[in-house]
């Protein structure tokens, strides 16, 4: 479940020079926005917004932030989870306009760090296909369950020639 997560197929990417795209969703589900950038690197995050609409009716779709944020590194990229929003197969237009969608505590965050600024040629926005977040919420239990049975198991391995001798008494 968590896989799916962090997993989901890239539907568009686009550097960050780039400031508008289209592309098409084929079906119904949930779908995230993420950034793609070098790692150890100020990324823009205060300097955008990303705003999402249908090519067909016009309307905005809401873009609400995304709960955990979740994120994965490589050894030398990482990405985060920006946005999350529902749609329905169609076209959809994805601009990156000037403003900010970052709290007050990330924005001090952003300043105190002092990291190189980052390559904006390096830097790149992703719609990819996620999962809702009741998965991600169902999961982390399911793997807290599954860590105490594996351990409980290897106590049990590792102490049943002692009970089964206590037993025999």
């Given at each position: 479940?968590?896989?799916?997560?962090?997993?989901?197929?890239?539907?568009?990417?686009i550097p960050f020079t780039q400031k508008e795209v289209e592309f098409e969703i084929s079906r119904p589900g949930v779908y995230a926005i993420w950034q793609k950038g070098q790692l150890f690197r100020k990324t823009p995050v205060d300097k955008f917004r990303p705003i999402l609409t249908s090519v067909s009716s016009g309307a905005e779709i809401p873009l609400p932030k995304s709960f955990f944020s979740p994120y994965l590194n490589g050894f030398d990229t990482g990405r985060m989870e920006m946005n999350r929003f529902d749609a329905e197969p169609g076209r959809y237009r994805l601009t990156l306009v000037e403003g900010t969608n970052t709290s007050l505590f990330e924005k001090i965050f952003l300043n105190i760090i002092p990291a190189k600024s980052v390559d904006y040629s390096q830097y790149y926005i992703q719609v990819r296909e996620s999962l809702p977040v009741y998965f991600m919420i169902a999961a982390i239990p399911l793997f807290a369950i599954s860590a105490f049975c594996i351990i409980g198991?290897?106590?049990?391995?590792?102490?049943?020639?002692?009970?089964?001798?206590?037993?025999?008494?």
């Open positions: 479940m968590i896989k799916g997560v962090f997993t989901g197929e890239v539907i568009t990417e198991g290897l106590v049990a391995g590792f102490m049943a020639p002692d009970i089964l001798a206590y037993m025999n008494n």
